[in-house]
């Protein structure tokens, strides 16, 4: 079988054709996830001070329109995501009904267990932005 000089096989095709958008999504989660740890770091820093309240840090993704956007009926409800929507992060006390004699509401093990999760869910997102980029090297080099 000769290979046509014109291009790459067919079966590398669908390599080149990647969505550029994963990319960008896994690297507004690498941000929110550096972030997060910031916040989650200073929470443990803050172990001793009297009064602190922890700070935590949410990613809401929103929908492109409002319009658009389908009806949340139930607080347990996934939300519904559409292309070219962004996401939001907003920072809340975390302290709960947790409070010391002097008013600090940190618990190092909750926090660490906080920093461990976020820690997995970063080191994750990272391997698939690199898999990612591995595929997109592998097809720009013509499968080779």
Do not use: W
């Amino acid at each position: 079988m000769v290979r046509s000089e014109i291009g790459p096989p067919l079966a590398l095709c669908h390599l080149v054709a990647l969505d550029f958008g994963a990319i960008d999504t896994m690297q507004s989660a690498l941000t929110f996830h550096r972030e997060r740890h910031t916040v989650l770091a200073g929470n443990v820093a803050n172990l001793d001070t009297p009064g602190y309240r922890p700070m935590d840090l949410d990613r809401k993704i929103e929908a492109a329109s409002p319009g658009l956007a389908a009806d949340t009926t139930h607080a347990g409800h996934i939300a519904a995501v559409t292309e070219g929507g962004g996401d939001s992060i907003r920072t809340f006390d975390d302290g709960g009904q947790l409070q010391g004699p002097d008013g600090n509401a940190v618990s190092m093990e909750r926090e660490l267990s906080k920093i461990d999760a976020n820690r997995a869910r970063y080191a994750t997102t990272a391997e698939l932005v690199s898999r990612r980029f591995a595929l997109l090297k592998y097809a720009a080099g013509d499968g080779g």
